[in-house]
RNA sequence: GGUCGGUUUGCCGAGUGGUUAGGCAACGGUCUGCAAAACCGUGUACACCGGUUCGAAUCCGGUACCGACCUCCA
């Protein structure tokens, strides 16, 4: 394993050699959907980051277990003492079992996440398939003097673990400061302090969402769910943990606060965040009112899109900036990468063209040095895709005979680019024809448009193309015939 | 209010103390029956004000604006 990728990790805010502790082992666990409605952009962000964290880990010869969750157990809604979750509401509001409601958008979360050609991961674990974990974790919490119970209810004492440990190193924050900035009003809050959080959570009667526990009929509480399953198929220290910045502070600070009095051991080596998709500047989010979803950019009926997207180019687009980075949606944005893939594509039509020449014009192992650079550091993928633009120029100006590619330069080329456009970004293309016999009716249409063309029967051949144009085949003449792609 | 981050050429978006990021769009040219595609060439940008430096868009300080988190959130 020659590498030296380096990780951003959020704890230390600086970029790290990557030392996984059992290599060729790495273990990562990123925060999943709560799957109480459709996927938006914002959320193929995360999966489309990791995803391709996953397979270039895998390619540089890790054997990497991929925890992601599925939150089942809806968390609480803000009026959180009320005690309502997500899925419980939604269940409640269109008269279905809450698990149903789990069920119909797990469903339709895969589905559009296969679209996106984002591998399934290794392991994903459903948060109410794990509640007796979550409770014994609970229990360890209080038997380590960590949590106290009232009222059927456990709650994770963060004024206490301070004095020992620090809460706030990840999303650097003081705990004075917090709760001095805190003025909770809520005379009935059963803490002791603003700062605490459910462990455990007593349901009220009308929460239909219920496990039995040492303390009460209810329900786990917010963050316990990936500290359980993250330990549980990971072990109690793990390599890398991702999620989108939104869940830095309280999500993920609590994470770190339950592991260490539950198990004492730091849970995570490496954090990562990815950043937010921006609308206009502004954050897209479900509460926002600005989130579009998935299924409505592949349609595009959305009112903000112009017109449909494809999954593949809604990834590209997101590869096209670093993840680290906020990235802002636009339907301009959006048609320029559309466009910039489909160049991207038509290299391998036209590596299978050129012809191979003596000398090399291309410095291929160069090439290949830094498209490994980009991605060792901290996966760089708009710098990995802007080297694969040089060679694709390269390759282009090799078939119009202003430089000469060798025979080896050219089965490295279409080696390089496999290995970093398909299985490292995971871009496929899918308006690539699968039919044998549809490609060979093309290249019939192509010849007879070809003879028409020496017996300057130009009406006959401009009828071919533009028809074929008409029928979503573009006929593209070059000094080596023509060739054709969908449009 | 607190903490953190951002401001790059028409758009998206990298990066860096002195050398072309890249994509899209635009303009000129080559090629072509025409068109498209492709190729060649063109843009000399880094919010503002100071400072450090031989040299800063890149480092430091300040100002303005924008955003994220502090509450569920990818």
Redo the contacts with the bound molecule.
């Keep these: 394993m020659d590498n030296h990728l380096k990780i951003f990790n959020s704890l230390s805010?600086k970029k790290e050699d990557f030392e996984p502790q059992a290599p060729p082992y790495v273990g990562m666990y990123v925060?999943g959907?709560?799957v109480y409605g459709d996927a938006h952009l914002?959320?193929a962000?995360?999966a489309i980051t990791f995803d391709t964290v996953f397979r270039y880990l895998k390619h540089t010869g890790y054997k990497v277990r991929y925890v992601s969750n599925i939150t089942d157990v809806g968390?609480?809604?803000?009026d959180?003492d009320e005690g309502e979750d997500?899925i419980a509401k939604k269940a409640r509001l269109e008269s279905l079992e809450p698990m149903e409601i789990a069920q119909y958008y797990t469903n339709r979360y895969h589905e559009d996440m296969r679209r996106l050609n984002v591998l399934r991961p290794s392991i994903e674990p459903h948060a109410s398939g794990h509640i007796m974990e979550q409770i014994k974790m609970a229990e360890e919490i209080l038997e380590n003097g960590f949590a106290y119970e009232i009222n059927g209810s456990v709650y994770f004492d963060v004024v206490k673990y301070n004095e020992k440990h620090d809460y706030g190193k990840l999303?650097?924050?003081k705990l004075e400061?917090?709760i001095s900035?805190?003025r909770e009003l809520s005379g009935q809050d059963e803490k002791r302090n603003p700062a605490d959080f459910a462990l455990w959570k007593k349901a009220e009667p009308v929460h239909i969402m219920r496990w039995e526990s040492p303390w009460s009929d209810g329900f786990p509480g917010?963050h316990l769910e990936c500290s359980a399953m993250g330990r549980k198929y990971l072990g109690e220290s793990f390599d890398i943990h991702g999620?989108?910045?939104?869940?830095?502070?309280?999500?993920h600070e609590s994470e770190i606060a339950q592991s260490v009095a539950a198990t004492g051991r730091e849970p995570v080596r490496y954090w990562m965040h990815?950043n937010?998709?921006?609308l206009n500047?502004?954050?897209?989010?479900?509460?926002l009112g600005n989130a579009v979803s998935l299924r409505q950019f592949y349609s595009g009926e959305h009112p903000l899109l112009e017109q449909a997207y494809d999954p593949i180019t809604i990834r590209f687009f997101i590869l096209?900036?670093?993840y680290r980075?906020?990235?802002?949606f636009?339907n301009?944005?959006l048609?320029?990468?559309d466009?910039?893939l489909r160049?991207l594509f038509?290299v391998f039509q036209t590596l299978e063209q050129i012809e191979a020449g003596d000398t090399s014009g291309f410095d291929v192992a160069g090439f290949e040095k830094k498209c490994y650079a980009a991605m060792d550091d901290d996966f760089?993928t708009?710098?990995l895709?802007?080297h694969l633009?040089?060679a694709?120029?390269a390759v282009?100006?090799a078939?119009?005979g202003?430089i000469s590619l060798s025979s080896t330069d050219i089965e490295n080329l279409k080696r390089l680019f496999n290995i970093f456009v398909f299985e490292i970004l995971g871009l496929v293309n899918t308006q690539e024809s699968k039919h044998e016999s549809f490609d060979k009716i093309i290249q019939l249409l192509i010849d007879i448009r070809q003879e028409a063309?020496k017996n300057k029967n130009?009406t006959l051949?401009?009828k071919i193309?533009d028809e074929l144009k008409a029928s979503g085949v573009?006929?593209?003449?070059?000094?080596e015939g023509t060739s054709w792609t969908l449009a």
């Design positions: 805010g925060c959907p709560t914002g959320h962000r995360p968390h609480l809604e803000h959180a997500k999303s650097g924050r400061e917090m900035n805190t917010w999620g989108g910045m939104d869940l830095k502070f309280p999500h990815n937010m998709i921006t500047g502004q954050k897209m989010g479900k509460s096209q900036a670093h980075s906020t990235l802002d636009s301009e944005a048609q320029a990468a466009k910039g160049k038509a760089n708009p710098v895709i802007a633009f040089d694709v120029k282009n100006a078939k119009d202003h063309r130009f051949s401009d193309r573009i006929l593209k003449d070059g000094k």
